[in-house]
């Protein structure tokens, strides 16, 4: 799936390509109709302003969905997954995006032999055009999938997972850093988030970069923190910003998201 944050007439956006997962929360008011899946997530991007023109309509499959209950004295959450055979964007439904209208393109590493054609027309359009209109890529890769790892080699800014680099025996976000920088492109940004501890980038420069973690008073709901910390980041950068300031804005807006039930009221 791709869709686009909403702007200006005129202005270059974000492109985000991944995925998207319907979540349950367990509150019986916030429970679509049944086989609304589709209409309640479009509805949704439509009340907040996310521009859906490019989203590959799938007409086989379901929409992957994932029951969540969320401790109400943590905040902490245990997720029911009901995957599906729904298939994912495709090389092909990318060819119809209009690279121009884009300043920065972020991908949800998934189905990487698609995603690495992606990025290589991105990489073509970047060669021929401009210095101010070519497009910025980042890259998160979550699930540590061997498959998946080569696409780190492709962003200008790669966010890992606590999980992933876990599962390379890391212990720490600037352990995890250092271990994986060589996988990454020269000049490339490496961001990993950890949790309560904060989180944790290298720059081009090759300079370790910390941001504390800013918890609320209250933790109500950590469901969406991860994407919520990307999703600043890449703003943060996308609008000039350092990347210690980036990273900081990160970490404050995915605590603001963990004292809050879903994501209305975060900014």
């Given at each position: 799936m791709a869709a686009r944050a909403g702007g200006a007439a005129g202005e270059r956006r974000i492109l985000c390509v991944g995925l998207v997962c319907l979540?349950?929360?367990?509150?019986?008011?916030?429970?679509?109709?049944?086989?609304?899946?589709?209409?309640?997530?479009?509805?949704?991007?439509?009340?907040?302003?996310?521009?859906?023109?490019?989203?590959?309509?799938?007409?086989?499959?379901?929409?992957?969905?994932?029951?969540?209950?969320?401790?109400?004295?943590?905040?902490?959450?245990?997720?029911?997954?009901?995957?599906?055979?729904?298939?994912?964007?495709?090389?092909?439904?990318?060819?119809?995006?209009?690279?121009?209208?884009?300043?920065?393109?972020?991908?949800?590493?998934?189905?990487?032999?698609?995603?690495?054609?992606?990025?290589?027309?991105?990489?073509?359009?970047?060669?021929?055009?401009?210095?101010?209109?070519?497009?910025?890529?980042?890259?998160?890769?979550?699930?540590?999938r061997e498959e998946l790892l080569p696409l780190m080699g492709r962003g200008q800014v790669v966010f890992i997972s606590k999980d992933l680099a876990q599962h390379f025996g890391y212990r720490s976000a600037p352990e995890a850093l250092r271990g994986l920088r060589g996988r990454i492109q020269s000049g490339a940004t490496l961001i990993c988030a950890w949790a309560e501890e904060g989180a944790d980038a290298v720059g081009p420069d090759g300079k370790l970069v910390h941001s504390d973690a800013f918890p609320p008073e209250t933790l109500v709901d950590t469901l969406g923190a991860g994407d919520t910390f990307n999703a600043a980041v890449i703003f943060a950068l996308a609008e000039g910003r350092t990347l210690q300031d980036a990273l900081t804005f990160g970490c404050r807006i995915a605590g603001r998201k963990c004292g809050i039930q879903g994501f209305d009221g975060i900014i």
């Open positions: 979540d349950i929360i367990s509150v019986v008011e916030t429970f679509p109709a049944e086989d609304s899946d589709t209409s309640f997530i479009a509805a949704d991007f439509q009340r907040r302003g996310v521009d859906t023109a490019h989203v590959a309509w799938q007409t086989r499959g379901d929409v992957p969905c994932a029951c969540c209950i969320v401790n109400a004295s943590s905040g902490s959450r245990t997720i029911v997954l009901h995957d599906t055979n729904l298939p994912d964007v495709t090389a092909r439904d990318f060819e119809r995006v209009d690279l121009s209208q884009y300043k920065w393109i972020h991908f949800e590493a998934r189905n990487a032999a698609e995603q690495e054609a992606m990025l290589e027309r991105v990489e073509r359009h970047n060669l021929a055009a401009a210095p101010g209109q070519r497009v910025r890529i980042s890259v998160e890769v979550e699930k540590p």
